[in-house]
Structures are given as C-alpha cells and as structure tokens.
C-alpha cells in the first residue's frame, strides 16, 4: 500500500433469490416484462394486505448460508426497516436484523497465490423495493416513473467483516461469490440487470495500526471492473485526505463510472435511522435441523472442492483446472467429456482452445451449455478418433470447426468430407513417389546432404492428400525413398 497506509474494506453484497415468485405474494419476479404487470395488493403495499413466506426463497437462502460456510440460526425473525422512498409503498422493508438468517461464514480467496479466509458475518433475507426511472428534458430528473414488478422479489443480503485489503481481494471474493451462487443455482449473478449488487466499505490507517479509521461507503458499481476503480480511487482518496492533516468523513458515496471518481452523497448526519422493530405480521422464522440437513444434502460440489478433484482425479494443472470449474455447466461438460473419452487431458485441451474459442465468438453463457451445438458425447468421439489414428490432429480440427457450426456427429462429418486418415502404406509410398518425382531438384540437394528440405516434401505430401496422410508414415516413407 503506498504511503505506508493499509486499506480495510467491507463488503455488502444483496443477490436476488432464483425464485419464480416473490417474497410475500405470488406475483412473477421475472425481468423486463411490463412495467407494474407483477403487482399485486402485497407488493404494492395496499392496506389490509398480509404477506405469505415464499418456501423456495427460504430454501435458496438456507442454500446460500451453506455454500457459504455459515451457520443457520434455528431461528431468525423479520423486521421492518422504515424509510420514505417513492418506489418503497409500504413505507418500509421486510427485512432481517438483529437476528438474522445465518452468521459466521467465510469465502476463501486467492491473490497472487496466497490463500485467505474472508469472513462472512451474516446473511439476512429481505424484499427488494422498486424501481424509480428518472428521465425527461432538459434535465433528466424531470419526470419519475415507477416500476413495482421488482418490489418485493427476495433478496439475500451477504455482508462481510472488514477482512479485505486490497482492491485485488475484493474482486476476487466478489468473483467467487458470484461463482458459487452461480454453482448451487441461488443467483443468476448479472450485474448489468442488478440480480447481484455490491456496497463497498472503505477506510485506511496506517500500516501497524489496530484501531480502524473512518469509512466510507460505495454504492452504484455495477460491475466487478468498477469495483475494483472505485476502491482504488477511494483509497487514495483517503490518503489524500489524511496526508493534507484532514479528516476522513464518515458518508455513502456513489461511483460515478463517466468521470472515474466517487463523490459525497450523504454524510452520517443524513443517515437514516430505520427504526427497525420486528414485523408484528410475520412469526419468527424457524428452521428445524432436519430441514436444513435436507438442504445440505441436495447441495451439489462448490466451485473449490471441484477444482480440487480435478487436479487430484484428472491430473490437471491448477490453471486449467480453474477455467474449467468456473461455471457448473462448464465443469460437467468437461468431467462428461473426460468420463466418455477416457481422455482427460485431451478432453481439457480441446474444450479450453476451440470450445472456449467458439462460445466466445457466439456470446455463448458458460452457465448454459445445453445449447451448445457440441455435446459431450461428441468430442469425446472425436477424441477417440484421434487416439486411434482415424483422423489426425490437424483433421480433427476441422471436424472440430464442422461440430460447431452443423452439430453434426464426428463419424458424420469425416464420412461426408471424405477425412478419413491415410495410413495405407501403399497409397502413401505412390504420393511420396509422385511428389519426389515431380520434384527432382530439391530431391537432388536432399540426396547431396542438404536435408534442411525434408519438411518441404511433407508438406507436399500433406497438400497432395488435403492434410489426411499420417503424417508418421509419411516420415518414414519419404525418408526411405529420398535416401533411396
Ligand atoms: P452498516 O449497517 O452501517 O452498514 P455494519 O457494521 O453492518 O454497518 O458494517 C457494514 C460493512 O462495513 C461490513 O461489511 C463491515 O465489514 C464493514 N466495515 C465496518 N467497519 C469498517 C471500517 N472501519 N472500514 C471498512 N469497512 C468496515
Ligand atoms: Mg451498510
Ligand atoms: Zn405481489
């Protein structure tokens, strides 16, 4: 850290539960349909109305806790946080607080190889609000649209102990986070659409310090990249700030991603005091060991405990082993691949380099591959052709570039293109003939000791049968009849 300061960051993180209705009512939580179509008198906040616990939401949460090293608490209970907001119509949030759903996790993380716990001090439930759109001419706050169809989707809250130190760690607790809500189907993890959200807490104090300076807080970043900036600006901010002998002030900042800097949105004097109490329509929140065990059993491997096993069980590299297990969808096409083929190291090869390259190409989501035109059956196929010398390697890229543009079988695409791989001795020995027959000059020089140009006759040779002779043979050959 520059200066001889040391940063302490916090994370905040709310993701939106995978379910198909809301937290307290049926209503859709689907995305982008019409504005206030998924609206109802319970999330709209009409009188009268009595909220209904969504089981799923409480289950993915239980999910959520768990994936994240937390312990469930037996029992939790649900508090309103009031505060005034347009697109807040009840007046306040269903929310957890003093006692919420789980506590005590950690997220282990990884920068520049060393490995660290960041601990996780609760995860609460909570409904999302609503929407407000600010939009007009000539400024654009002129007009205030609202859109209820998110209030009262579930949320779960993730929040961190200050354990962060750097800009570094806290993208890669962020990635992690995401991958493993990803991984036990909890959270969608897109940012753009705000399903994940993260509030950064940020302070500084010198290097051997105990005591923790003042933070700030950051909202509106809404992708991993800001942040990382956001961090960092605030960081130096703050030095700035303690270096010109001022006061860091405790406030919630926004990130402003156009100009790359944050600035001052409230100051702790403004801050809001929720008033939370208990919500006096909800009973407390009571998970029994038996249920929560049930969860744990459906949970399938986390992102880390897969990495290792491949390394362990397929002999990968730890690099290769990380790509591979970032998504589920990834992962299992691999391992399915690998089982099939019996060949994993190739299995890893070929859906790291043209796959990869592929889905890339196509903006394919490494969460969703059942749509890939390539299924697992078929690379493996492919692999095996290779390993018994049906194509060669080079051929097996083309069928490879052929399965992802038809989605047709290997043994298909070899037949119709006619790929199949030229070992015939006798076939090979009249093309090597013919080649050096139509090449006598350089087969001269060859013969005269200059065997630089040996590589220009296989090459010949390859052009001669569209790249399918094996290329073993056809050493051999050529090496006999040029001597010869
Ligand atoms: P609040 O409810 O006001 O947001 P919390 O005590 O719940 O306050 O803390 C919120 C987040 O701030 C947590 O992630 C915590 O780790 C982090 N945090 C607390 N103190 C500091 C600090 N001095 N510097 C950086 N982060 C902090
Ligand atoms: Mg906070
Ligand atoms: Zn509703």
Redo the contacts with the bound molecule.
């Keep these: 850290m520059t200066r001889n300061y040391e ?6 993180c709310h993701a939106q539960l995978l379910t198909n209705s809301k937290l307290f009512c049926s209503c859709s939580t689907k995305f982008g349909d019409a504005p206030n179509m998924n609206t109802c008198p319970v999330c709209l906040g009409l009188p009268g109305a009595l909220p209904v616990l969504n089981r799923v939401a409480v289950a993915l949460a239980v999910r959520a806790a768990l994936g994240l090293n937390c312990r469930v608490n037996a029992e939790s209970q649900w508090a309103r946080k009031n505060y005034f907001y347009p697109d807040l119509p009840k007046g306040y949030q269903i929310s957890q607080y003093d006692r919420p759903l789980a506590q005590h996790g950690f997220i282990e993380i990884s920068v520049e190889g060393i490995i660290k716990k960041i ?1 996780i ?2 995860i609460h439930m909570e409904e999302d609000a609503g929407k407000s759109l600010h939009e007009g001419f000539p400024d654009s706050s002129r007009y205030t649209y609202l859109d209820f169809n998110r209030s009262g989707v579930p949320l779960i809250e993730i ?6 130190r750097s800009s570094a760690e806290a993208h890669d607790y962020l990635r992690r986070l995401k991958e493993i809500l990803e991984y036990i189907d909890v959270n969608d993890g897109n940012m753009e659409e705000g399903s994940l959200r993260c ?5 500084v ?1 010198k290097v051997g310090e105990q005591k ?4 700030t ?1 950051l909202k509106n970043i809404n992708s991993f990249r800001f942040v990382q900036k956001a961090i960092d600006f605030e960081i130096k901010r703050q030095i700035d700030v303690l270096e010109a002998g001022r006061r860091v002030v405790q406030e919630t900042r926004l990130w402003n991603a156009d100009e790359e800097r944050t600035v001052s949105m409230r100051s702790k004097e403004e ?1 809001h005091d929720y008033r939370y109490f208990p919500d006096p329509d909800l009973p407390l929140l009571a998970l029994d060991p038996e249920s929560i065990k049930q969860v744990a059993h459906s949970m399938p491997e986390l992102p880390e405990a897969r990495r290792k096993r491949f390394v362990q069980e397929y002999a990968l590299s730890e690099y290769d082993a990380g790509v591979l297990a970032t998504t589920r969808a990834l992962a299992e096409f691999f391992e399915e691949t690998a089982k099939l083929s019996g060949q994993p190291k190739s299995a890893a090869n070929w859906i790291m380099g043209d796959l990869l390259r592929f889905y890339k190409d196509r903006n394919t989501d490494l969460k969703d591959l059942s749509t890939s035109p390539v299924k697992p059956k078929m690379l493996a196929d492919m692999i095996s052709l290779v390993e018994k010398r049906t194509i060669s390697g080079k051929i097996a890229k083309m069928v490879m570039e052929e399965m992802c543009l038809t989605a047709k079988a290997p043994q298909a695409i070899i037949e119709e293109k006619g790929l199949l791989q030229i070992s015939n001795i006798d076939e090979i020995e009249k093309i090597v003939s013919r080649v050096i027959e139509e090449n006598p000059k350089p087969a001269e020089q060859y013969r005269q000791g200059k065997t630089g140009n040996f590589g220009f006759f296989v090459g010949q040779v390859m052009k001669a049968t569209g790249g399918r002779a094996n290329p073993q043979t056809v050493n051999e050959v050529l090496k006999k009849r040029l001597a010869g």
Aim: glycine share 12%; aromatic share 4%.
């Design positions: 940063a302490v960051i916090g994370l905040e601990g001090q609760r929040v961190s102990e200050p354990d962060i509030d950064a807490n940020v302070s104090r923790f300076g003042t933070r807080e801050a």
